[in-house]
């Protein structure tokens, strides 16, 4: 797959701020990439600055193999569903739509209204056509809006926070709607969004960005099973953090047997059973155990010391240099522990704990445990099948863990 955007070197200021730090990422054609990160970060400027409607400070910008510098919007490859939709309201829904592809000689007045209807249908607003624009609800709108965008089958779509106005229900469907779309026009997407679970749910790969730099770009399971820093595995989902030490470093890895993966994921396709799965909530109707990330034969190992658990053997590559000596931190996602209870395979490691505190969900419980020596409580998640007891506050338990799922800061 050929680079469809390359930014380097990026640098934006507005005045004395920067807001966007030495920008480097390129993003392939046919992908759906995702920008996250907090409010404020610099997501909604980066799209500006693909799409042309910023001019960056420093650096260059190159769509389709052609430098951008100096050209406008309307003659890049992309377009842009802004983060505040502004759609004509005294225009019909149909004619807000139909608004860029007037200018498209190529198109009859026939083909445009069935690509009109095409595009509303895709949103979910099919026959909504002659409503006027300010007789709809937010959300409303908003769909409108990436109607209006999808219509144009641009190169590339940017989309700033698409779906922010949308109710859970009607959001879950603009994802999959998406997605689908993505699969089969080929467009490449570049989605804003602030929301974890949205990205991961989504995207072929994901850029986290903290004020103005990007923190790491990866698929979304590396994100989240191996995020590279703390910063990004506590914007990523919840982790736990333990103290430890690095006593030592080799191979020395026990070769754990794993079927070979099922789909494996092209970037810019995901497999319609891989879509599936993610669709459902990767994250909080996650499964368990989660991690198994595999050790291969002979790989090079990381020993650990880990306050209140003990000894820990984990795969090099889940320690980044600078985190293999000395004191370290470890993490540890709540779905790779486990509290045991009978009948449970035996894990490669337990010890026993307290419950301080109960949440339940209906389909999940998370746990918060009290360790001997572990400073504070582990937040461990487990699913509520059929017949497993909801423990409660004050009883003890055993806890089980794998020293492969750990990651080192
Ligand atoms: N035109 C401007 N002039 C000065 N500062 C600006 C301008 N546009 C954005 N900023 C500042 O740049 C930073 C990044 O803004 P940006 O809109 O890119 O954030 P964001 O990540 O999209 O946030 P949000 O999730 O809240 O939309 C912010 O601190 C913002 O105040
Ligand atoms: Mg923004």
Redo the contacts with the bound molecule.
């Keep these: 797959m050929t680079d469809l955007i390359s930014l380097k070197g990026v640098q934006k200021y ?2 004395d ?1 920067h ?1 966007l730090r030495d920008i480097d990422l390129t993003i392939r054609g046919g992908e759906f990439f995702s920008l996250l ?12 600055v693909i799409a042309g409607f910023e001019e960056v400070s420093d650096g260059t910008v190159v769509l389709s193999g052609r430098d951008m510098k100096g050209v406008p919007p309307n003659e890049r490859p992309t377009n842009m569903v802004f ?1 505040s939709y502004a759609i004509f309201p005294h225009l019909s829904v149909a004619q807000n739509v139909a608004f860029g592809l007037r200018k498209r000689k190529d198109i009859d007045k026939a083909s445009r209204k069935s690509l009109v209807e095409e595009a509303l249908k895709m949103v979910g607003l099919a026959g909504y056509g002659d409503r006027r624009a300010h007789a709809l609800s937010g959300g409303q709108r908003q769909r409108v809006a990436l109607a209006r965008a999808l219509v144009l089958k641009p190169k590339v779509l940017l989309l ?2 698409p779906m922010s106005a949308l109710d859970r229900k009607m959001r879950e469907h603009m994802q999959v709607e998406l997605i689908r779309l993505q699969r089969h026009v080929g467009i490449t997407f570049v989605l ?1 969004t ?1 929301d974890q679970e949205e990205a991961l749910v989504m995207s072929d790969r994901i850029a986290v ?1 903290f004020e ?1 730099e990007i923190g790491q770009v990866d698929e979304p399971e590396a994100l989240y099973r191996r995020p590279k820093s703390r910063r990004v595995a506590e914007f990523i989902g919840k982790m736990n953090f333990l103290p430890a030490r690095v006593t030592g470093i080799g191979p020395g890895a026990t070769p754990v047997a794993r079927p070979a993966a099922q789909d494996e994921v092209v970037p810019g396709r995901i497999p319609q059973s891989r879509a599936a799965v993610k669709l459902s909530g990767l994250m909080r109707r996650g499964g368990e155990p989660a991690a198994d990330t595999p050790a291969t034969p002979g790989e090079a190992m990381i020993s650990l010391d880990i306050a209140g658990l003990g000894q820990a053997q984990v795969p090099m590559h889940q320690a980044p240099e600078g985190a293999r000596e000395g004191e370290v931190a470890v993490g540890v996602r709540p779905e790779t522990l486990a509290i045991l209870f009978e009948g449970d395979q035996a894990p490669r490691h337990e010890c026993p704990g307290t419950v301080d505190e109960v949440v339940y969900y209906g389909d999940m419980t998370y746990y918060d445990v009290r360790v001997k020596d572990v400073p504070q409580p582990l937040t461990i998640a487990m699913k509520n099948l059929m017949g497993r007891p909801v423990l409660e506050v004050g009883q003890s338990c055993r806890i089980g863990w794998d020293d492969r799922a750990l990651v080192v800061f």
């Design positions: 507005y005045g701020y807001a990160g907090p409010s404020g970060c610099g997501k909604t400027t980066l799209l500006r983060q700033d926070e804003v602030h960005m103005g």
